[in-house]
């Protein structure tokens, strides 16, 4: 067995340096030798990428087509929206100089002070201000909406704590940006991307998340609501997996982005944006992964079939490849990604634990006896099974099995969550059960105030107002007043 794999810690005995060396020893980031960021590496980045040609094709499915706005802001901007500026102000990097020059002693160089910006600029924190400014001059009439953008691109926020892919300085995302004609078209619109979002991350993640709105306490800082998904990781707390905000007209009076609607008078246009970022890279792990591992779902997998030629010499090596290379060829035209590792370089027992430790999910063994046999060794890496089966026909199997996997992923994670998912009416009882992790569908009386205190007496956050859970009137759990409907509550990465 690998030495990565036998020094990776265990779920239960430390689940967050269980996380930690994941990433690390799968290959997929490591620490940079700036404050709070990453570098990702080739392996993790494929993972990524897969995700991000998926995510776009689906933004594009809805008409919504990519554009690139610049990374610095000038800082009058973001203070054009009152909310917005503060939400944003305590994580803002800025830029005050444009020029370096070595320093008189020889010690190295120093900002120059003559070099100083008339206005300062920040490093986008997220784009809404350089958009909207943007908008204004491509919006006169009716006719010009709606317009549907998305750019890819890196955002800088100053965390004090970070983590890699959950919560980084910098980090890679995207973000939508609409602009409408109607209140009620803005408002479908950022509802329509945030069911994008759950369809990617149920069907190609194979992550549940719960769709709801979040409280005013917890929404996007120059938002009137704002819509999220949330996932449940294998320790019971909750990953906000991706959100979409309906903006208003908030933006647009902020900028002064007006249009001339069809009866012809000047509006306000209304407004959304939306996002999804490097952060579904620890969901990814954290949902699925085991003692042995990351597992990954086939339909994200950078390799979906590694093929391991098990031999003593060249030549049966040779003969191995030539049976081993049509079924490569078949894989690959059933659209499957497959890597034959038949690389002299290390032992099958390392390559074994090592495409284990990558989440590799199907690994087929094949050496000298399997030739003369007709059969072939299958792992799969949900359930570390193995099995025997006939060469003839291997591709079509392994292509089934893919999906089975995809679907037998998913089915745990939402039976996790199912179990750890709590109906609790008593305030007593949730403080001595959210130590455990969960979800609580608990009563909440609608104020700021009681939701304060849910969250300082518990490090637990109300995470959403779930959309499928039916009115239910009661009383709030802490005040005993009155509550419409449950909310989720728990705590939260």
């Keep these: 067995m ?20 994941l990433v690390i020893k799968a290959d997929l980031a490591e620490q940079s030798p700036v404050r709070g960021c990453m570098v990702i590496k080739p392996y993790g980045y494929a993972i990524w990428e897969k995700m991000q040609q998926q995510l776009d094709r689906m933004f594009k499915e809805t008409g919504v087509q990519n554009a690139y706005f610049p990374l610095l802001i000038p800082k009058s901007f973001l203070c054009k929206e009152a909310e917005h500026v503060e939400g944003f102000a305590k994580e803002c990097a800025v830029v005050t100089h444009y020029r370096l020059k070595n320093n008189p002693d020889g010690s190295g160089v120093v900002v120059d002070p003559e070099a100083k910006l008339e206005e ?26 709606p317009i ?52 990617f991350a149920e069907k190609y993640m194979a992550v549940p998340v719960v769709k709801g709105v979040k409280t005013a306490n917890e929404r996007f800082a120059g938002a ?38 069809k009866d012809n008078k000047p509006e306000y246009v209304w407004a959304t944006s939306w996002g999804v970022s490097t952060r579904l890279m620890g969901a990814l792990i954290m949902t699925h992964s085991d003692d042995n591992g990351l597992v990954l779902p086939p339909h994200l997998a950078p390799i979906q079939v590694v093929i391991v030629p098990i031999y003593k010499n060249n030549e049966q090596r040779d ?7 049509p079924i490569v060829d078949q894989l690959r035209g059933l659209g499957i990604s497959v890597k034959y590792d038949d690389a002299d370089n290390r032992r099958p027992g ?49 292509s089934e099995l893919l ?29 001595e059960k959210i130590e455990d992790g969960g979800f609580f569908l608990c009563h909440w009386d609608g104020t700021t105030e009681t ?36 909310v989720i509550i728990a705590r939260n990465y």
């Design 319 to 325: 003969e191995i490849s030539k049976t081993v290379l």
């Design 403 to 431: 999906e089975k996997i995809q679907q037998n992923i998913y089915d745990k994670a939402l039976a996790m969550r199912k179990s750890k998912t709590y109906v609790v009416d008593s305030y007593e009882e949730f403080k």
């Design 120 to 145: 300062e600029l920040i490093i986008r924190p997220t784009s809404e201000t350089i958009i909207w400014n943007t908008y204004r001059n491509w919006i006169n009439s009716y006719r010009d909406l």
């Design 350 to 398: 390392f390559k074994f634990a090592d495409y284990e430790l990558k989440g590799v999910p199907v690994r087929l063994a094949i050496g000298a006896r399997d030739i003369e046999n007709g059969t072939v060794e299958i792992m799969r890496r949900d359930t570390l099974e193995k099995e025997v089966k006939p060469l003839a026909g291997i591709a079509e199997y392994v």
């Design 224 to 261: 009137v609501d704002t819509y999220t998904i949330e996932a449940m990781m294998q320790d019971g707390k909750a990953l906000q997996s991706g959100t979409s905000h309906f903006l208003g007209q908030n933006f647009a009076k902020a900028f002064d982005v007006t249009f001339v609607n």
């Design 451 to 486: 939701e304060e205190r849910i969250k300082e007496e518990t490090k637990a956050t109300i995470r959403c107002i779930p959309w499928d859970e039916p009115d239910e009137p009661g009383v709030c759990m802490v005040t005993g007043k009155p509550s419409a409907r449950r």
């Design 2 to 21: 690998a030495k990565e794999l036998k020094d990776l810690t265990k779920r239960k005995d430390n689940y967050s340096q269980w996380y930690n060396d």
């Design 148 to 199: 549907l953008c998305n750019q890819w691109a890196n955002v800088m926020r100053w965390e004090m704590r970070t983590r890699m892919f959950l919560r980084t300085a910098e980090f890679l995302w995207q973000e939508g940006h609409t602009a409408h004609a109607t209140s009620e078209e803005a408002e479908a619109k950022a509802k329509q991307m945030l069911n994008v979002y759950s369809d």
